[in-house]
């Protein structure tokens, strides 16, 4: 079944805790992407990739960082987590502009 | 910039009612495509449809029914017939051809569709 894996699903931090969030496809799709989405604020863009070692900020990069090592995967990591990073993470992969998949989400509280 | 907007933050219907989600667009690509996401209580994104910029065929699936106007850059879309389970968020996106981006949604921020009995 072709889908996007997100782990953990929920996750409860404190501020500066370092954490990660994964992401993995099975689609063998060159796109991935990170979205944040905030009540009144829609989905914004954090960070995407186009492929393996290329990746490239969107429109909210700060406070996160990527990594794409391999094809599949496409982590998302929180250095230093602070309370205004409190939100709804999905994560997104596509072969082209036509189409994006989306993973189920993570639900990220800092106190 | 692309940009787009949802100027309903929420909408409440009785059940049964009609209801028209409105959705407007900012590209300068000629080349693009529109989507509509539903986001249930559960939370996950649900894809409902994409369009083309070059297909401005009205498209109608069941109860939905999308109207999409390049004339005034609009994409809307109606549930006949409301129900229950049709309560959700609801979130209008765009694509745009650059392919330098060309993994990037841009959403607008959502309209909360509420159905009651």
């Known amino acids: 079944e072709a889908q996007v894996t997100q782990n953990p699903r929920y996750l409860i931090t404190v501020t500066g805790k370092k954490l990660t969030v994964t992401c993995s496809q099975n689609m063998n799709h060159e796109y991935m992407s990170w979205y944040r989405q905030d009540p009144g604020l829609g989905l914004r863009q954090i960070y995407y990739s186009m492929n393996v070692e290329v990746t490239d900020k969107g429109d909210v990069p700060e406070g996160y960082k990527v990594s794409r090592k391999e094809k599949r995967n496409f982590p998302l990591i929180l250095e230093s987590p602070s309370p205004n990073q409190t939100s709804l993470y999905f994560c997104a992969s596509s072969q082209d502009r036509r189409e994006q998949y989306f993973g189920p989400g993570t639900r990220l509280t800092v106190t | 910039a692309q940009k787009v907007t949802q100027a309903q933050t929420e909408i409440s219907v009785v059940e049964k009612e009609d209801v028209t989600l409105d959705c407007v667009y900012e590209?300068?690509?000629?080349?693009?495509?529109l989507f509509w996401y539903k986001q249930p209580p559960s939370g996950e994104l649900v894809f409902l449809i994409r369009r083309n910029s070059f297909d401005e065929q009205n498209e109608i699936s069941g109860r939905y029914s999308w109207n999409f106007q390049k004339s005034t850059s609009s994409f809307n879309f109606t549930i006949t017939a409301s129900q229950v389970v049709d309560s959700a968020v609801y979130f209008c996106a765009l694509s745009e051809a650059d392919t330098g981006t060309a993994s990037k949604l841009t959403f607008g921020t959502g309209t909360r569709l509420q159905v009651t009995l």
């Open positions: 590209t300068r690509d000629t080349t693009y495509y």
